[in-house]
């Protein structure tokens, strides 16, 4: 059996009604298993993590993606986390039985429908991307503020903004919170830790106030947590803290995470504060 995960972000943070109708358009599709979704106040974002055989589960992020468009005016969005449209990202991780060559064939397929039949600019990044420079993710978001043509549907953009689908390996969506209001002391921290400003290898960040909690947070993608797991950058982030006199508050996960990416103790020895058994993603990919 093939198994692929789909883990697509969308402009939408803690609406009830809107997280309902997109959990609604992916579990519409039989066969495909939706397993995580949460939204965040702040980032005014969700994150939605499902799996199932590839064509059943690009179907269903097509229709998630319809429906987004449907409910989501992105000329309208406010949010901290940066984003280009109603569904930001659709990146799909082969998980079994699955190559990356036939997930970039599925996403470059997803992308044409997209454009073609919801008239939405599609980027094609990481593995799937067409152009080296769209590679990186975040390279690829900031293209987008340029007139640029993209891979598939209009060039202009609509009320759905524009999304950008990607073939990734697992990823650990890892955040942590300071005892602080300065987000400057976020930001800064944030710049020592990434790797495109000479810091640890594997690790997008940025620095975001979080204005629910009056609290402060540096939020990271780790793309290879065997190389530079979530304890090695929470032991640098409370450093770097302390020499900005502050401390760390805690930590959470965004989505899932491999057991083997944590430390045995995670409530403890990096303060996680969203940690249950649903938070692994081993169950789903033996």
Avoid: W
């Avoid at 890892?174 to 400003?197: C, G, H, M």
């Amino acid at each position: 059996m093939q198994i692929i995960e789909c883990v697509p972000n969308f402009s939408v943070g803690k609406c009830r009604r809107r997280l309902n109708i997109l959990k609604k358009s992916i579990e519409s599709i039989n066969g495909v298993k939706l397993i995580s979704f949460e939204g965040d106040k702040d980032h005014k974002r969700s994150v939605f993590t499902f799996i199932g055989e590839p064509k059943k589960v690009i179907e269903a992020a097509f229709q998630a993606t319809k429906a987004a468009a449907e409910i989501i005016d992105i000329t309208k969005h406010k949010g901290v986390h940066p984003r280009i449209g109603a569904t930001d990202v659709i990146p799909l991780i082969p998980i079994k039985g699955v190559t990356f060559k036939e997930c970039i064939k599925l996403a470059n397929k997803l992308g044409k429908r997209i454009g073609t039949e919801l008239k939405i600019p599609v980027y094609m990044y990481e593995k799937a991307a067409k152009f080296p420079k769209r590679k990186n993710l975040a390279n690829t978001r900031k293209a987008t503020s340029q007139p640029t043509t993209p891979d598939y549907g209009p060039k202009i953009p609509g009320t759905a903004g524009s999304t950008m689908i990607g073939v990734r390996n697992i990823l650990v969506a890892f955040n942590v919170n300071l005892k602080s209001t300065d987000i400057e002391i976020a930001k800064t921290i944030a710049k020592e830790i990434r790797e495109s400003s000479g810091g640890l290898k594997h690790v997008k960040a940025l620095g975001f106030y979080l204005k629910s909690r009056k609290i402060t947070q540096v939020s990271m993608n780790l793309t290879n947590y065997k190389t530079t797991p979530p304890l090695k950058v929470y032991k640098l982030i409370e450093k770097l803290a302390k020499n900005h006199k502050t401390n760390v508050l805690e930590s959470e996960l965004i989505g899932l995470a491999p057991l083997d990416s944590l430390p045995k103790d995670p409530k403890k020895s990096i303060k996680l504060v969203n940690f249950t058994p649903q938070k692994i993603l081993n169950p789903y990919i033996k």
